[in-house]
Antibody, heavy 124, light 110 residues
């Protein structure tokens, strides 16, 4: 069974940056794309981007272009998200999730496994 | 890119059926059958309940069903139960290879 374990909560000042990790176990890391999704307090889910651990290729939502880096380390089966120039509206729970980038009888570009979430608070 | 459009809230009595709509465009839902639905309880991570428009992962109740017509996907919950009270989100693959979520629907069981 796939398990995703994320790093712990963070408190940040506006203008600084944050880095969260997500370690996968239970299945080959290279089988999946790792996506990052965030949820501001009382708000909905927002897709941020994803990385293909095989080649490190990342794809980002338009809203985060230039302010976000998503990377993966195949040696430790860990994905990372780094968000720069933090603002108060970046306060959210950040989730990583797995996706198999193809369709079969059991999957089709969906987020099957999720991390437990990492709370990030941005405040002066 | 704007989120997919879902009703903010839907309520129903136990035993009833409710349907949550998820409206997109020809750049996402209308052009791909890569629509999925997620159930989220407060303080928990989302859980996949429907993938590929209408398929259920193992262990998901057959009271949950999905469909799609044109640019709109739908999730139907039949035989509503108190445990179905949660937030529900649709998601779609897009023409730009990105993913897009709906704004979420809060389901209340009366």
């Amino acid at each position: 069974e796939v398990q995703l374990v994320q790093s712990g909560a963070e408190v940040k000042r506006p203008g600084t940056s944050m880095k969260i990790s997500c370690r996968l176990s239970g299945s080959p890391f290279s089988d999946f794309y790792i996506h990052w999704v965030r949820q501001a307090p009382g708000k909905g889910l927002e897709w941020m981007g994803r990385v293909d651990p095989d080649d490190g290729e990342a794809l980002y939502a338009d809203d985060f272009q230039g302010r976000l880096t998503i990377a993966a380390d195949m040696s430790t089966d860990t994905a990372y998200i780094e968000l720069y120039s933090l603002r108060s509206d970046d306060t959210a729970v950040y989730y990583c999730a797995t996706e198999k980038p193809y369709c079969s009888s059991t999957t089709c570009y969906d987020f099957k496994s999720w991390g437990q979430g990492t709370h990030v608070s941005v405040s002066s | 890119q704007s989120a997919l459009t879902q009703p903010a809230s839907i309520s129903g009595s136990p035993g009833q059926s409710i349907t949550i709509s998820c409206s997109g465009t020809s750049s996402d839902i209308g052009n791909y059958n890569y629509v999925s639905w997620y159930q989220q309880y407060p303080g928990e991570a989302p859980k996949l309940i429907i993938f590929n428009v209408s398929k259920r992962p193992p262990g998901i109740s057959d009271r949950f069903s999905g469909s799609k017509s044109g640019n709109t996907a739908s999730l139907t919950i039949s035989g509503l139960q108190s445990e179905d009270e949660a937030d529900y989100y649709c998601a779609s693959y897009t023409r730009k290879l990105t993913r897009l979520f709906g704004g979420g629907t809060k389901v209340t069981v009366l």
